[in-house]
Nanobody, 117 residues
């Protein structure tokens, strides 16, 4: 059973980079049975998938966000991270990391990020 925990600043200024880290326990981010994802939910809106990093470090991103999004990992810390560049207030959302293993999904608790000057 994997557990995931998001961390990072809750407030980011417009035009800057939003950076979040997901710390994983109970499973290795290099385990090929898992895919490690980021998703977000703006207030009053639905979930928007952002991207994924696989066990080998390969990545895939939402077409609408890929120009601004990077997902990376630190295998020594069993962490993967999200960077979203050039943020605007429309990037204000609750951000979640989650893992997918077959039909199972394991969620972080989410973290609120507000983009405001």
């Amino acid at each position: 059973q994997v557990q995931l925990q998001e961390s990072g600043p809750g407030l980011v200024k417009p035009s800057q980079t939003l950076s979040l880290t997901c710390t994983v326990s109970g499973g290795s981010i290099t385990n090929s049975n898992y895919a490690w994802n980021w998703i977000r939910q703006p207030p009053g809106k639905g979930l928007e998938w952002m991207g994924v990093i696989a066990a080998d470090g390969s990545t895939d991103y939402s077409p609408s966000l890929k120009s601004r999004t990077s997902i990376s990992r630190d295998t020594s810390k069993n962490q993967f991270s999200l960077q979203l560049r050039s943020v605007t207030p429309e990037d204000t959302a609750v951000y979640y990391c989650y893992a997918r293993r077959g039909l199972y999904t394991y969620w972080g608790q989410g973290t609120q990020v507000t983009v405001s000057s």
